[in-house]
């Protein structure tokens, strides 16, 4: 009788075989999870200290894009709007509520609501939200319809492939400037051609070398 049992081979057999198939297994499982929304966290809804209702406030009230996030029309960071931008209209408009009551303490104690951010970027990644929007991209095309979203969630994934594959044919995305913030704006006519003017108007010329990005 050997020293070890004969099941022993088979499973030093298992481990053999686990152990030249995982070096390749894991890096594929990695990338796979990164472009998956479990990986970048797409289509989830992120709670808020304040129920803030685009719904409401976009579509109802008619309350553009640019009045609470005009930083995207200058420079990197969309911004989130001062609490005394929300207090202008809930110093008369439920200004008793008492899911507003951060609200108003926010705005008493001069401290920033602790918003939780739903869009993401790894830190070595460079984005410029005004380049964008100057060049015809309009919002809906990255955030989707947040004028339906009762809590934002992200609908992009954000990837580095899907940044490059609209750089590389970003035609169909362009829309006249003042038509960036328009969540149901249409193209007149065929999506290409509209986008092929705006291309040839505002100069549109993506790049797509690695130090774009990645800076």
């Not at 081979?9 to 479990?38: C, E, F, K, Q």
């Not at 005394?84 to 008492?98: D, L």
């Not at 939200?129 to 990255?142: M, R």
Request: charged residues 20%; neutral net charge; contains cysteine.
């Amino acid at each position: 009788m050997g020293l070890f049992p004969p099941a022993t081979d088979g499973i030093l057999r298992a481990v053999l075989g686990l152990m030249a198939v995982l070096p390749v297994a894991l890096p594929v499982a990695l990338l796979l999870l990164a472009r998956n929304p479990l990986g970048t966290g797409a289509f989830e809804p992120v709670p808020q200290p304040v129920p803030f209702d685009h719904r409401h406030h976009v579509a109802d009230e008619g309350i553009g894009c640019r009045y609470c996030h005009e930083g995207a029309w200058k420079g990197p960071f969309a911004g989130i709007p001062p609490t005394s931008r929300c207090m202008g209209c809930h110093a008369q408009i439920w200004n008793e509520s008492e899911p507003l009551s951060l609200v108003r303490q926010s705005y008493f104690e001069d401290r920033p609501i602790p918003w939780n951010r739903v869009h993401r970027l790894p830190n070595y990644v460079f984005f410029n939200h005004a380049i964008h929007v100057h060049k015809g991209v309009g919002c809906v095309s990255c955030h989707g319809r947040v004028d339906q979203m009762a809590r934002v969630e992200q609908v992009a994934p954000l990837t580095m492939g899907w940044c490059l594959e609209c750089h590389r044919d970003p035609v169909p995305h362009l829309r006249p400037p003042e038509r960036v913030a328009d969540m149901t704006w249409r193209p007149p006519g065929a999506a290409r051609d509209t986008g092929l003017l705006v291309m040839r108007t505002l100069d549109v010329s993506p790049r797509t070398e690695c130090s774009t990005c990645h800076r």
